[in-house]
């Protein structure tokens, strides 16, 4: 009886060393896991943050992207300005130029003319004093 007794200590003593050596390898499994779970959060912690990053950086892509368009358009807009002013003032000097060229010609034909004008107004001039005269009246007196 002593001796089974024994045996049987024996047997759960082993157990019990079986179960502490299950116990010590669950603690270090549920360790690792725990470790493994810090680790995994932390990497996704991380590529949270990178994503967040990443989706800054697209975000300033496209302002930055959208600024250029604005100064692209603002360019030729003002390239398109000063186009059109050129063109306004080539047109104003062609129209200066045909202005100026039609009133040379103008005082050109004028200029002509005036000779006969001129002999026209003294024959008139001549005419009415001398009609003033018929009257009695004096012409400088008018």
């Known amino acids: 009886m002593l001796r089974l ?8 003593q082993d157990r019990l060393a079986l179960q502490r050596d299950e116990a010590r390898r669950a603690k270090a499994s549920e360790d690792q896991l725990k470790q493994r779970i810090r680790d ?3 990497e996704l912690e991380g590529a949270r943050s990178e994503g967040k990053a990443i989706y800054a950086e697209l ?11 604005a100064k692209q358009a603002l360019g030729e807009r003002d390239r398109t300005l000063a186009q059109l002013r050129a063109h306004v003032a080539d047109m104003e000097a062609k129209y200066e130029e045909v202005l100026h060229d039609s ?3 103008l005082l050109a034909k004028l200029r002509a003319v005036k000779p ?17 005269r018929q009257f009695g009246l004096n012409p400088l007196d008018l």
């Open 5 to 12: 007794a024994l045996l049987e200590k024996e047997v759960l």
């Open 40 to 42: 995994l959060e932390a």
């Open 59 to 69: 975000c300033q892509r496209e302002a930055e992207t959208a600024q250029r368009e």
């Open 103 to 105: 009133l040379d010609r």
């Open 116 to 132: 006969q004008w001129d002999g026209a107004v003294l024959r008139l001039h001549a005419r009415l004093k001398e009609q003033l």
